[in-house]
């Protein structure tokens, strides 16, 4: 069974600190790997993703990824109110099904 | 481009009634997923189609779901007999796999309850 592991939270982060998300997963085929956001009510939108081992930085974002260790983080700088939302962890292989994590709820503090 | 649409928004039953959810995907795309969410298990995928054939279908939880995709800008989800169980938000999402990328795109959800 191909799973993804995530913290449920809450993660509770002051308002311009760096916000840490954590993520592992099962499958060692898995070639690509997402982080989705989700407010509440709304749909999933993706925010990053990353094929190689190592770090990829989008603005206040960076995505890093440990292949042999299967694990994979978000991290978020300066984080705002608006950051307050689920994120979701998903990994794929070379198909198109993606596997999602149930996600993990963080709250940043005003 | 108007995103992933999805009909109804909500929509409320009476168990054992039939329930059809729609779902039209971005224009060009050629991959699409069917999605249950739940607090208790996540984000679920449902099924898959591309190129309008459904490629795995394992997550349909029983025969009561059917899905179906007679063209590019269509599918439907079907519930016959539904039960209060299936109360949950389904999402449509679509995607066009281009070199290594196939990040998906959500439609809005459909919030079914069931009573």
Redesign the interface.
């Given at each position: 069974q191909k799973e993804v592991e995530q913290n449920s939270g809450p993660l509770s982060v002051p308002e311009g600190a760096i916000a840490s998300l954590n993520c592992t997963y099962s499958d060692r085929g898995s070639?690509?790997f997402?982080w989705y956001r989700q407010y509440s009510g709304?749909?999933?939108?993706?925010i990053m993703?990353i094929?190689s081992n190592g770090d990829k930085e989008d603005g206040r974002f960076t995505a890093q990824l440990n292949k042999a260790s299967q694990y994979v983080s978000l991290l978020i700088r300066d984080s705002q109110p608006s950051d307050s939302a689920t994120y979701?962890c998903a990994f794929?292989n070379r198909?198109?099904?993606?596997?999602?994590?149930?996600?993990t709820r963080l709250h940043i503090l005003p | 481009d108007a995103g992933v649409i999805q009909s109804p928004r909500h929509e409320v039953t009476e168990m054992g009634q039939e329930v059809t959810l729609r779902c039209k995907p971005i224009s060009g795309h050629n991959?699409l997923?069917w999605y249950r969410q739940t607090m208790m298990?996540?984000?679920e995928?449902l099924i898959?189609f591309?190129n309008n054939v459904p490629?795995?279908d394992s997550g349909m939880p029983e025969d009561r779901f059917s899905a179906k995709m007679p063209n590019a800008s269509f599918s439907t989800l079907k519930i016959q007999p539904s039960e209060p169980r299936d109360s949950a938000v389904y999402?449509c999402a679509s995607?066009l796999?281009r070199g290594?990328?196939?990040?998906?795109?959500?439609?809005?959800?459909t919030r079914l309850t069931v009573l």
């Amino acid at each position: 069974q191909k799973e993804v592991e995530q913290n449920s939270g809450p993660l509770s982060v002051p308002e311009g600190a760096i916000a840490s998300l954590n993520c592992t997963y099962s499958d060692r085929g898995s070639q690509s790997f997402f982080w989705y956001r989700q407010y509440s009510g709304k749909s999933p939108e993706l925010i990053m993703f990353i094929y190689s081992n190592g770090d990829k930085e989008d603005g206040r974002f960076t995505a890093q990824l440990n292949k042999a260790s299967q694990y994979v983080s978000l991290l978020i700088r300066d984080s705002q109110p608006s950051d307050s939302a689920t994120y979701l962890c998903a990994f794929s292989n070379r198909d198109d099904k993606i596997i999602f994590g149930k996600g993990t709820r963080l709250h940043i503090l005003p | 481009d108007a995103g992933v649409i999805q009909s109804p928004r909500h929509e409320v039953t009476e168990m054992g009634q039939e329930v059809t959810l729609r779902c039209k995907p971005i224009s060009g795309h050629n991959s699409l997923f069917w999605y249950r969410q739940t607090m208790m298990r996540g984000l679920e995928l449902l099924i898959y189609f591309n190129n309008n054939v459904p490629i795995d279908d394992s997550g349909m939880p029983e025969d009561r779901f059917s899905a179906k995709m007679p063209n590019a800008s269509f599918s439907t989800l079907k519930i016959q007999p539904s039960e209060p169980r299936d109360s949950a938000v389904y999402f449509c999402a679509s995607s066009l796999k281009r070199g290594g990328s196939n990040e998906q795109f959500f439609g809005p959800g459909t919030r079914l309850t069931v009573l």
